[in-house]
């Protein structure tokens, strides 16, 4: 079925390392939604992206959506402990409203 | 600017017993989005209302979970009757624009015994 996988589904990084999230989704998105989780609370939006190839970039993080509209990618630069959560991307398929929530990638970040 | 509302924070029934929820959009939000968040999972989308009408709500277990809207503010979630595959984090959220960003209230964590 339609399902929208990120990779990997665990990182462990030393603070001051990079970190990269990747998402996948099965069939093209109209746009993408970028989510940051942490314990214990609730997802938080970061950024949308909605034109094929489009780059954002927010301070330390770079946000990419694929030229297909299918694939995603977070990239933190020089991790802080105050980056450690779960991130999710999620969207909904193109000629639907229907949100999907990636699988999310939990991020620890090791002082 | 008020958040998104939700109560109550925790509530802890038995199999087959009934529970609601309760959720407060941001005000002028149209769009109004109820998940189900599973120990480790990510959201997962059980209904989206525009307004007080339904958008989406192909994955609502209709059988036991309903929804409603009404006066296009407000809304409520209830599970009848419960099951123990049921205890998870029920997350409303809201949005100006029907596919624009969400904005997430607390949650209410259920467990089911």
């Known amino acids: 079925g339609q399902q929208v996988m990120q990779i990997p589904q665990y990182q462990h990084v030393q603070e001051g390392e990079d970190f990269t999230t990747y998402c996948n989704s099965s069939t093209t998105l109209s746009n993408i939604q970028w989510y940051k989780q942490r314990p214990g609370g609730h997802p938080v939006f970061l950024i949308q992206?909605?034109?094929?190839?489009e780059v954002k970039k927010q301070k330390r993080l770079t946000f990419q959506f694929g030229e297909a509209k299918k694939n995603s990618s977070l990239h933190i630069t020089a991790t802080q402990t105050t980056d450690v959560g779960t991130y999710f991307c999620a969207g909904p398929y193109t000629g639907t409203y229907k949100y999907i929530f990636g699988t999310g990638t939990r991020l620890k970040v090791l002082a | 600017e008020a958040g998104v509302a939700q109560s109550p924070r925790y509530k802890i029934i038995e199999k087959r017993q009934s529970v609601a929820f309760w959720c407060n959009p941001i005000?002028?939000?149209?769009?109004l989005y109820w998940y189900q968040q599973i120990l480790g999972q990510g959201p997962k989308l059980l209904i989206q209302?525009?307004?007080?009408?339904?958008?989406?709500d192909s994955q609502l277990p209709k059988d036991r979970f309903s929804a409603e809207r009404l006066k296009g503010v407000d809304s409520t979630l209830k599970i009848q009757p419960a099951k123990l595959e049921d205890s998870a984090v029920y997350l409303c959220?809201?949005?100006?624009?029907?596919?624009?960003?969400?904005?997430f209230g607390p949650g209410t964590r259920l467990t089911v015994t």
């Open positions: 005000s002028g939000h149209a769009t």
């Open positions: 992206l909605v034109k094929s190839g």
């Open positions: 959220a809201s949005s100006f624009l029907l596919a624009g960003e969400q904005y």
């Open positions: 209302f525009q307004n007080n009408g339904v958008v989406d």
